[in-house]
């Protein structure tokens, strides 16, 4: 059964600073997904890495993929309050089946 | 475009009672998902569809939940008879393959609490 675990699943952080949140998954593949969920709303899709080495960035977030170490990386730089909210990798294992990571709680604190 | 749209956005039953969730994907999407989340399990797939064509339902939990698509346009989520523990937010999402990239579009869910 597949795994996708992230790392750390809350994170409290001082606007400024930077940090980068974890996703390990358990089975090969070369597809990897980040969203975005605000409190009480829907996934938001931020980033599709589709290849081994693959680095995306969008203002403050970049995302990577290492296919090799079956992980994946969301880095967050010189974090801002509108930055708060609960971050999802999601690991496409066959087809258009994704399995979700538990998701990680970030906080960004004035 | 309106993006997916879900019905209705809250629902508040009681055990026993059918629960009917609507979604209406994307328009040209060919992919629709039926996905659960609650904060002890995460988020989970439920089914999904491709061409209308039921796909991958091994996430449907037991029987007394059931998905059709009778259309490219409109999908149902049932469970009858509801219990307490169906009680989550169910999101439905639609996507669309171009040069081998997809992503899914997630609608903004139905908060379904059951008593």
């Known amino acids: 059964e597949l795994k996708v675990e992230q790392n750390p699943l809350f994170l409290s952080m001082q606007e400024g600073k930077n940090y980068t949140i974890y996703c390990n998954y358990s089975t090969t593949s070369d597809r990897l997904y980040w969203y975005r969920q605000d409190p009480g709303k829907s996934l938001e899709s931020l980033f599709v890495l589709l290849s081994n080495g693959a680095v995306k960035q969008e203002g403050r977030l970049m995302a990577s993929l290492d296919t090799k170490a079956r992980l994946s990386t969301l880095h967050i730089t010189a974090a801002v309050h509108d930055l708060s909210a609960t971050y999802f990798c999601?690991?496409?294992?066959?087809?258009?089946?994704?399995?979700f990571g538990e998701g990680t709680q970030l906080t960004v604190n004035p | 475009d309106a993006g997916v749209i879900q019905s209705p956005r809250h629902e508040v039953t009681e055990m026993g009672q059918e629960v009917t969730l609507r979604c209406k994907p994307i328009s040209g999407h060919d992919y629709l998902f039926w996905y659960r989340q609650t904060m002890m399990r995460g988020l989970e797939l439920l089914i999904y569809f491709n061409n209308n064509v039921p796909i991958d339902d091994s996430g449907m939990p037991e029987d007394r939940f059931s998905a059709k698509m009778p259309n490219a346009s409109f999908s149902t989520l049932k469970i009858q008879p509801s219990e307490p523990r169906d009680s989550a937010v169910y999101f439905c999402?639609?996507?669309?393959?171009?040069?081998?990239?997809?992503?899914?579009?997630f609608g903004p869910g139905t908060r379904l609490l059951v008593l």
């Open positions: 999402a639609s996507s669309l393959i171009v040069a081998g990239v997809e992503t899914q579009y």
């Open positions: 999601a690991v496409d294992t066959s087809g258009s089946r994704l399995t």
